[in-house]
């Protein structure tokens, strides 16, 4: 398969299904720009807190902001599901700094770390049923330092949380991260996803 074309050398952009698991969804996004970051994650969590259902968000300070102002500006009360424990924002540079050892993540303490936060946002959803939709750019920072070894297993172990928890994950990644050296890398994260989203 063709991933690279033109001057932009950015990856082609159709959908790939790739895992057939209907209790979980692993998504990517890879991203042009940020307003594409900031329409893809606004969505993906007005869906879920439409749900009644809560979200973390794991993203940038700036991203975060922008976030927190697209989705008021639509009429979301982000203020009374941050009351609730429904909508949980962190920083995340700081998130990777507490399961990183020496340039790779460490699964016990990611497991720590999110799972804790995950069993705190099912606590505070309002649905009999609860799912907990995490979006993040923990990944996308790794590769943009370069360290896509890191992501990918990153992205593994996001897909062990998925097995154990009731969740909905959407990953993002900036397209200028990758070039045409790095289309193996750029197949072996989209393996990781149920649905891979490239704008």
Not at 7 to 28: A, C, D, I, K
Not at 38 to 49: C, D, H, R
Not at 109 to 119: A, D, H
């Amino acid at each position: 398969m063709t991933w690279w074309h033109g001057p932009s050398r950015m990856p082609l952009s159709p959908v790939y299904r790739m895992h057939t698991n209907l209790e979980s969804r692993h998504e990517v996004q890879f991203y042009s720009s940020d307003s594409v970051l900031l329409e893809t994650f606004a969505g993906f969590i007005a869906n879920a807190l439409a749900s009644r259902n809560a979200v973390i968000v794991l993203a940038t300070k700036s991203h975060r902001e922008d976030l927190a102002q697209k989705l008021t500006a639509a009429g979301l009360d982000l203020d009374g599901a941050r009351e609730q424990g429904l909508y949980i924002a962190l920083d995340a540079a700081e998130m990777l700094s507490t399961f990183m050892v020496d340039g790779a993540p460490d699964r016990l303490r990611f497991f720590e770390g999110l799972c804790g936060l995950i069993e705190s946002a099912i606590r505070a959803a309002k649905t009999g049923h609860p799912r907990v939709a995490i979006c993040g750019e923990c990944v996308g920072l790794l590769c943009a330092e370069g360290n896509v070894k890191a992501a990918i297993r990153l992205e593994e172990v996001g897909n062990d949380v998925a097995e154990l928890h009731n969740v909905e994950i959407m990953c993002a990644y900036p397209l200028s991260s990758f070039h045409e050296e790095h289309a193996d890398a750029f197949e072996r994260i989209c393996a990781q996803h149920t649905a891979v989203y490239s704008r």
